[in-house]
Structure formats: structure tokens, C-alpha cells
T-cell receptor, first 113, second 112 residues
């Protein structure tokens, strides 16, 4: 079962910041939050991940609340090419060394011109 | 560096047939995972292989199987195909399975 909750869809104006929320209220202390996105009919693309500190890379910023029960992915200047389904994932560790990604339904971000 | 390569990109099979899909991970990556994506169920984990051993398996029937070779390349097989097996099958590789995943573009399987 997915351990995250995201809005089904969001709109954003081109050039503006896109803020995508995610709730993960049952996250464990050693579980990371990952964000992926999927453009239609392509494989998911890694964006960013974090444990408890805010993270930033060339694509986005990840803000995780102090209690770690929610996070926000920020695309600082959205472009039309950022239109995609964005998945917030809590990385599940199974059997110690093994891992799998449990995808929820994601958020369809539509960037409007 | 080359990404994750999945072949073939598209496949059409008839009910009852079997199919084999191939995945070549990024060079040096030892973990390969497989996912099924359908409009109704979304992205679902199938299984993960690491150093030729299946480490984890999702909730799929035994008709779905896989293997990994010594060069880390992986194949998945679906036997006795059903219409519901029509899906995009995605492969993802990572160094150890405990770090970031890189996905391939997938194989779109249509069962008629």
C-alpha cells in the first residue's frame, strides 16, 4: 500500500514556482522521501530525495517538515516541459538490504502558458 | 554513460502465449527491479534482482518470473498471457538497490 497522499492534479503558470505537497504521516525514522516524475509514456525520472533536511539540486528543492510527516517539492521556475505526473515515494526497506519503490497515484502537474 | 536499455520497445502477443522482456542496466549497477504500469493499477513493483538473486517480489502470480545474469542484465518472463497483462513494463537499475533508481523507457506489451 502506498504510504503517501498527494493531490490528484495541480495547475501552475509558466515561469512561476510549482509547489507540490505530499503527506507521509506514517513515515519511519530511517525512511527517505523520494520524488520522481513521469512524462507521458516514458519511464519515471528521479528528481530529488531527502531524509530530514531540506535538499536542493539543479532540478528542484525538497522541503521536509520538522516532524517529517509531510514534504513539498518546489520547481522554482516551471516550464511547459515540467508538465508530468509527480510521484512522492517513501522508500521501503524490505528484508534489510532490499528496497522497493511503492508508487501512489501521484500529482498531475499541468503547466499553463 | 548509457542509460537503462529495455528491449523490445513494443510487443504484441496473443492470449496464452509467453513473452520475455530484456533489461540492460547502467554499467556497474547490480540491482535491477521490474515494475508494471497500467491505467487502472498504476505503477506496481514486480521483483528485484541483485547479483543474480531475487531479493524481493511483489504480489503477482507465478506466471511472472525473472532472472538476472552474471553481467547484471535481467529478463522477465510472463507465461500464459492474459488480456490484463497488457501494460508498460519498466525496468530500473541502481548500484546496490539502496540508492537512487534509474528507469528505462519501458516495453509496452499488448495482449490481444
Amino acid at each position: 500500500d502506498a504510504k503517501t497522499t498527494q493531490p490528484t492534479s495541480m495547475d501552475c503558470a509558466e515561469g512561476r514556482a510549482a509547489n507540490l505537497p505530499c503527506n507521509h504521516s506514517t513515515i519511519s525514522g530511517n525512511e527517505y522521501v523520494y520524488w520522481y516524475r513521469q512524462i507521458h509514456s516514458q519511464g519515471p525520472q528521479y528528481i530529488i530525495h531527502g531524509l530530514k533536511n531540506n535538499e536542493t539540486n539543479e532540478m528542484a528543492s525538497l522541503i521536509i517538515t520538522e516532524d517529517r510527516k509531510s514534504s513539498t517539492l518546489i520547481l522554482p521556475h516551471a516550464t511547459l516541459r515540467d508538465t508530468a505526473v509527480y510521484y512522492c515515494i517513501v522508500r521501503v526497506v524490505v528484508g534489510g538490504a532490499t528496497n522497493k519503490l511503492i508508487f501512489g497515484t501521484g500529482t498531475l502537474l499541468a503547466v499553463q502558458p | 554513460k548509457a542509460g537503462v536499455t529495455q528491449t523490445p520497445r513494443y510487443l504484441i502477443k496473443t492470449r496464452g502465449q509467453q513473452v520475455t522482456l530484456s533489461c540492460s542496466p547502467i554499467s556497474g549497477h547490480r540491482s535491477v527491479s521490474w515494475y508494471q504500469q497500467t491505467p487502472g493499477q498504476g505503477l506496481q513493483f514486480l521483483f528485484e534482482y541483485f547479483s543474480e538473486t531475487q531479493r524481493n517480489k511483489g504480489n503477482f502470480p507465478g506466471r511472472f518470473s525473472g532472472r538476472q545474469f552474471s553481467n547484471s542484465r535481467s529478463e522477465m518472463n510472463v507465461s500464459t498471457l492474459e488480456l490484463g497483462d497488457s501494460a508498460l513494463y519498466l525496468c530500473a537499475s541502481s548500484l546496490t538497490g539502496g540508492d537512487g533508481y534509474t528507469f528505462g523507457s519501458g516495453t509496452r506489451l499488448t495482449v490481444v
